[in-house]
């Protein structure tokens, strides 16, 4: 014989259709952590164009890797991975309570998240400027660009190694923007998601019984920094690879 | 069933047979077994509700296994005879095919060029190298029960051999536009005294190795790969489809038609070891055909003897040959020309 | 014994999600699954009869062998717009999104799916997707068949490629959202003794279906703004010219498209084992080998897309692999059949409508399942690919297996979704109908692809008329076969029967909850203590959480479980 279930006194955010806060919980990690697997494949796909276009073409994709800043690929690695670490900080104050922790972390991650789009526009910039931009895709600025001459030094004009073509490194330079400015486009997004959360956090929404969009947005970040873990060193680091080959 | 015309129809028809005995069995037993089984046991009350009977690991395991079994009779057998089918036999004709929006342009070794019309002789096994102008487009003809796609930038093969004189429709089998189902001709199969004839009476025209020897003077590979194609400051051409190649980066494929291609449109892409990027590119500068035509010329080149190296003939690794024949001259290599 | 007055009689009018709140507002912004599916079953049904339209004037075309009906460029245009609506934006969500939305949290004892803003957010990503699909339809439409294949569709076509593909991908996001709110909802939101293994099969079916579209449907979604991309700036990811490769293409395509036809049949199948366990009152033979096989036909549906490759220049190694793999996936199906025929066995079985539409999808699948065989074995599939034989096979189980389980389950859930019956005897007559006219459309066509009538062609050879003739016949009864439910269905709503809640007396929660539902689903938590297909007499399979005279719960017995206590 069994009783109707009694509803627990209503959490304000609890919704309607779910019976208690651990299911809601439950069901929004469990949403998000499908939601990345989506990812991985959409992701999947321009890597295995990458793969294959790499063992095709390998000096053009070392050549072009090259030119790619090192610097400044190393220092976007770097602010990351911090800001996974205050997006992680985050998550924990949001569980253990602590608002204003809280929200000095959402921001410092916005800040770091903001600086790795800044210096992504940089290099973006600077690919203009030298022409790399592939196709027609840019209107009146194809891609063009110089070659340097053997001993010349100029860091704008692209060295060719081995046997690697102009025609080549274009499409090296397709699969960089395709991967990295989809990248961007996440990290657009996370931000943007991170303000919102930000916001809420303020008005003290978040607390030891509810904080699950704190930690499913750290899923989402942690995600989109990972994808890049793996982009640095398949876009910039080929050239020091196989130069000392 | 159409009509039955190369020796490969007979075994897909039989195969079709298999599976066709196969598919009615079944469908018959289902379709039977389901009516009866609807009738006898149609409700006869409103609310009755008969025994449940939650199901059996005997028969789930029968009817697993069974149909597996079937199942990998019908791939092993499809697997075969395509198998066999597949390689081109290395005594068969070789017919140059070029599809075009909307048309098939043939062109026989011994030069005849056809519009979308294949003369050949019963018997013989032929042999069709494929490549298109622009889009994909597919060789079809459903009297020999084949077909295969047709590539742009790259040559594709499958050959038959006719057993029964007559005229068969050719298809274009793969969507290429506007006039897809225009794409259509007839491949007509004779008898050998007849092809002769229709051989000799067809305006002579330049054989396409002739033609290609022409090119290959005009374009001024003689420079580097040499008047007979022995090689020099190139590799040499003599035997070049089919042999195996080193190349600069270690690895090493077998020739043919679409690296010989690739070399011409894009040299440095895969360079033969020992030999430095001096080769220009000719891409936008040789139309298929006239690609077509100067690999006849290659097939037709003759082993002279000893004096044309290749990398074939070394005993040495190959990377210890072949840079006995980078630009420090060494006793062992020719006289750069 | 006779049912008590409640709930059970179909009298009173009582508050339900349809009439709980009026205006258009509360259906544009519902939050409800069942609303959500009505507005699904509205648009998908529009496009259904857009392509339905194209189909009608390919038939029109091919009844002569010239081209005189429409011009060549029409005509191709015709059979692409065919193509693609119908794949993209009726037969992938048709199912999942109308019948799977509506039943999912019912059949669980849910009250709504996990993310229900979420779910209608994705009917407006796939109205956005197909309104720019009509776009680019009406601005002059798209040549390329639904397939896409490069260089032509990159380089030669001048038709709105970009704008179709937009559509597609943007529907693609739908499909995506609707896979992973089944996947969370079945994983968290089951009602308590709802086990994994009482789960009525039409569950697992989606569960599987929604695994295919979460994997699948980005990999289709990166091809197409590859394709995009390549048209717009010419780079040569698929240009040989530039050393790419348009087979590349092809690959990735089929990645997507050969599971998606996965996606289109499972949740066909999940009605199937409704329908024939329920109108036969009998446990599905093997239900757990049935729930396995769903999951089976997902994974393996991923491991076999080279067999639409065979003669496109793949490696024959490749192509020995791709036939071996696709060989294996067809034994889940047939053992599907098997255990769905062995369930007739002592069942008691009434000729109801959705029976009638079951019993049609088991044959027809069974013919369209094996001729998928002869296009599986590699020495066949060089003469049969690109035919009309492949073009028969794939309507056999695409429209004599998804549409026919579509129409059995709309008819079976009917009563359920709007509260009334709809006319029996028009049903079976229907269903007749279409069951004739889609044989004798289809049958000829296998005769004619072996014949050697390739696809896509506008014009063919005199000889292949008459298959032709025979096939568009078979067009215009199947035609009227499926205008008819259209009308009937509609006047059901305001002139049917009305509906108790279990007019067929069956076990299934979604039964157990009055017709049409309240917004909330059910009147009380269900708890449930009884396997799937565990059938008893009707007054043990009442109304959970109803009782005698007066409806209120306070008076009530705790009937909890719809036994009586």
Same mark, same amino acid.
């Given at each position: ?245 | ?225 040499? $008047? !007979?194609?022995?090689? *020099?400051? %190139? #590799? ?5 489809? =089919? ?25 440095? $892409? !895969?360079?033969?070891? *020992?030999? %430095? #990027? ?5 891409? =936008? ?53 | ?565």
């Amino acid at each position: 014989m069994a009783a109707a279930v009694e509803h627990e006194v209503s959490h304000p955010a609890l919704q309607h259709h779910f019976e208690n806060l651990e299911q809601q919980r439950e069901a929004g990690t469990l949403g998000m952590w499908v939601f990345l697997v989506t990812e991985i494949m959409f992701f999947g796909g321009m890597f295995f164009a990458y793969t294959l276009y790499r063992s095709k073409f390998p000096d053009a994709f070392a050549s072009a890797s090259n030119h790619l800043s090192l610097p400044l690929g190393a220092v976007n690695t770097v602010v990351l991975i911090l800001s996974s670490l205050t997006m992680a900080l985050a998550v924990y104050c949001a569980q253990v309570g602590k608002r204003r922790n809280l929200i000095l972390f959402l921001v410092m991650t916005i800040v770091l998240g903001s600086a790795f789009l800044g210096i992504k526009a940089v290099e973006y910039r600077d690919k203009y400027v030298d022409s790399l931009i592939p196709g027609r895709l840019v209107p009146g600025r194809p891609f063009n660009p110089v070659v340097a001459a053997h001993g010349d030094t100029d860091p704008h004009k692209l060295h060719l190694m081995g046997s690697a073509t102009v025609k080549h490194v274009e499409m090296f330079y397709w699969i960089y923007f395709a991967m990295t400015g989809m990248h961007a486009i996440h990290m657009i997004i996370g931000v943007g998601l991170l303000l919102v959360l930000l916001y809420f956090s303020w008005r003290g929404r978040y607390g030891p019984e509810y904080h699950n969009p704190v930690e499913i947005l750290g899923l989402y970040w942690h995600f989109v920094d990972i994808i890049w873990i793996f982009l640095f060193p398949l876009l910039y680091l080929l050239g020091r690879h196989m130069l000392h080959t | 069933m159409p009509e039955s015309a190369s020796t490969y129809s007979p075994q897909v028809d039989a195969l079709y047979f298999y599976l066709s005995g196969v598919t009615v069995f079944f469908t018959l037993l289902i379709s039977i077994v389901l009516i009866f089984f609807v009738v006898k046991y149609r409700r006869r009350s409103l609310y009755e509700i008969p025994r449940p009977i939650a199901g059996s690991h005997k028969l789930e395991t029968l009817w697993s296994v069974v149909p597996f079994l079937i199942a990998m009779s019908m791939f092993a057998w499809g697997a075969q005879i395509y198998f066999h089918q597949y390689r081109s036999p290395k005594n068969a004709d070789e017919i140059y095919v070029v599809a075009k929006q909307w048309m098939w342009k043939i062109q026989h070794s011994t030069g005849q060029r056809e519009i979308n019309e294949l003369h050949v002789p019963v018997g013989r096994k032929i042999k069709l190298i494929m490549t298109s102008e622009d889009t994909i487009h597919d060789f079809f003809v459903p009297a020999f029960r084949m077909k295969a796609d047709v590539l742009p930038g790259r040559y594709t093969t499958q050959w038959f051999e006719a057993t029964k004189p007559g005229t068969y429709h050719l298809f274009c089998a793969e969507y290429c536009g506007m006039n897809h189902s225009g794409m259509i001709g007839s491949v007509i199969v004779m008898q050998p005294t007849d092809f002769d004839n229709w051989l000799s009476g067809n305006a002579s025209q330049q054989a396409p190795s002739v033609a290609g020897q022409q090119l290959y003077e005009s374009l001024g590979c003689v420079s580097c790969h040499g $008047a !007979r194609g022995e090689g *020099g400051r %190139g #590799p040499s051409l003599v035997g070049i489809f =089919g042999r195996k190649v080193f190349l600069t980066n270690g690895q090493t494929l077998t020739a043919d038609e679409s690296y010989i291609r690739e070399s011409i449109e894009n040299p440095q $892409a !895969r360079l033969v070891s *020992g030999f %430095g #990027p001096i080769m220009p590119t000719f891409q =936008g500068q040789v139309s298929p055909e006239q690609l077509i035509q100067l690999m006849a010329f290659m097939k037709s080149l003759q082993v002279t003897g000893p004096q044309s190296p290749s990398p074939a003939t070394t005993v040495a690794p190959p990377a210890a040959a072949e840079t006995s024949r980078a630009p420090t001259p060494s006793a062992a290599a020719p006289t750069p020309r | 014994m006779q049912a008590p007055e409640t709930f059970e009689t179909p009298a009173a009018e009582r508050v339900n999600y349809l009439n709980a709140q009026y205006g258009l507002k509360s259906w544009l912004l519902t939050k409800d699954h069942k609303r959500i599916g009505l507005l699904y079953l509205g648009s998908i049904s529009f496009f259904f009869l857009i392509g339905g339209l194209y189909a009608m004037f390919i038939r029109l075309e091919l009844l002569t062998p010239q081209g005189d009906f429409l011009s060549s460029a029409t005509y191709n245009k015709v059979f692409t717009q065919h193509g693609i609506i119908m794949v993209f934006f009726f037969l992938i969500p048709s199912i999942p999104a109308t019948l799977g939305n509506f039943l999912v949290p019912l059949m669980i004892g849910a009250k709504d799916l996990a993310f229900p803003r979420i779910n209608l957010l994705s009917w407006y990503i796939y109205l956005l997707g197909g309104i720019i699909t009509i776009y680019a339809l009406l601005a002059g439409g798209i040549d390329t068949g639904w397939t896409f294949y490069v260089p032509y569709s990159t380089t030669f076509s001048n038709s709105y490629v970009i704008a179709t593909g937009a559509g597609i991908f943007i529907s693609g996001f739908s499909s995506i959202l609707t896979g992973l709110n089944f996947i969370v909802t079945i994983h968290t939101m089951r009602a308590p003794g709802m086990t994994w293994f009482r789960m009525p099969l039409f569950i697992w079916a989606h569960y599987a279906t929604s695994l295919i579209m979460i994997l699948g449907t980005p990999v289709i979604a990166i091809t197409i703004l590859l394709l995009a991309f390549e048209r717009l700036a010419h780079v040569g990811i698929f240009d040989p010219a530039n050393g790419g490769d348009p087979v590349l293409f092809q690959h990735l395509f089929w990645f997507y498209s050969h599971p998606a036809v996965y996606i289109m049949v499972l949740p066909g199948m999940g009605i199937i084992s409704e329908l024939i366990a329920n109108f036969s009152r009998k446990n599905i033979f093997g239900y757990s080998f049935v729930a396995f096989s769903s999951l089976a036909i997902a994974v393996f549906g991923f491991l076999v897309w080279g067999h639409h490759m065979f003669v496109s220049g793949q490696s024959v190694y490749a192509g020995m692999v791709f036939s071996f793999l696709s060989f294996a996936v067809a034994i889940p199906s047939a053992v599907k059949v098997f255990n769905w025929t062995a369930t007739l066995y002592r069942g008691s079985i009434s000729y109801d409508t959705p029976m009638l539409y079951a019993l049609g999808f088991i044959g027809l699948f069974t013919i369209g399942g094996m001729t998928g065989l002869f296009l599986a074995t590699l020495g066949v599939n060089v003469h049969t690919t690109d035919t009309y034989f492949v073009v028969a096979h794939f309507h056999y189980v695409m429209v004599g297996g998804t549409l026919l389980a579509y129409m059995g389950g709309l008819h079976y859930w009917w009563p359920k979704i709007t509260g009334r019956m709809y006319p029996e005897g028009w049903g079976r007559f229907s269903a007749l109908v279409v069951f004739v006219g889609f044989n004798l459309t289809f049958l000829p066509q296998f005769i004619a692809g072996y014949l050697g009538m390739p696809r896509r062609y506008h014009a063919y050879p005199p000889e292949f008329q008459v298959f032709n003739v025979l096939s568009s016949a078979g067009a215009s009864i199947l035609g009227v076969g499926l205008l008819i439910p259209l009308i009937y269905l509609i006047w059901s709503m305001r002139y049917g029967r009305r509906a108790e809640a279990n007019p067929w007396h069956l076990p299934g929660l979604e039964w157990r909850t009055p017709s049409p539902p309240p917004t909330e689903n059910f009147l009380v938590t269900p708890l449930v203590t009884w396997e799937a297909y565990e059938f008893a007499p009707p007054e043990e399979l009442r109304v959970i959480g109803v009782f005698k005279e007066d409806e209120s719960l306070e008076n009530a017995d705790a009937v909890i479980d719809g036994r009586p206590t």
